[in-house]
């Protein structure tokens, strides 16, 4: 019994043959794929694919009086949010445009307060709304899909001049 007991760091030829080598290849790989599966599996659940903390993404205008909440990440036809607020309105009626090649490539399926009027041209969609209370400011909810995986930039700019530009991935 003893003449067949090896070091297990030892390549084998009896029972079976096995070149130790090409084994610890093997288990290396095998450790770095359950590595990459885990992360792929933590960063979907913190958002790195859809909703979630590392999609969530607030961008602000330079004079601070339009904001603008979204997913910097979604996923192809579902379901998707964009908040949008104006801080500071200077007329009872004011507009809100977005514009740029993700408008497009995105399904409007609500609108949140609904628009007084909505006009569409080439990649742009603008809304105008009135509003009874100049200084409380206002938000507009809108929610949609995405049709189609890529890169897409997005500028939502108000009747004040005030501008947030931003960019969305599309997962397929």
């Given at each position: ?25 093997e ?42 909440k ?42 949140q ?60």
């Amino acid at each position: 019994m003893d003449d067949f007991q090896q070091d297990e760091a030892q390549n084998r030829h009896y029972p079976v043959e096995e070149n130790m080598r090409w084994q610890r290849r093997e288990w290396r790989i095998q450790q770095l794929g359950y590595a990459l599966l885990l992360a792929i599996v933590v960063g979907g659940a913190c958002g790195l694919f859809s909703k979630g903390f590392l999609s969530d993404r607030t961008r602000v205008s330079p004079q601070g009086s339009l904001e603008v909440k979204y997913e910097r990440f979604a996923r192809q036809q579902s379901d998707m949010a964009m908040t949008i607020r104006l801080h500071a309105l200077r007329d009872r009626l004011y507009s809100i445009t977005l514009s740029g090649d993700g408008v497009d490539n995105f399904q409007l399926q609500s609108i949140q307060p609904q628009p007084l009027r909505a006009e569409s041209s080439e990649h742009s969609l603008t809304l105008w709304y009135k509003t009874q209370n100049i200084n409380r400011g206002a938000s507009i909810w809108l929610g949609g899909q995405p049709q189609s995986p890529g890169k897409y930039a997005f500028t939502v700019s108000d009747s004040s001049g005030a501008q947030v530009d931003f960019t969305q991935w599309v997962y397929p």
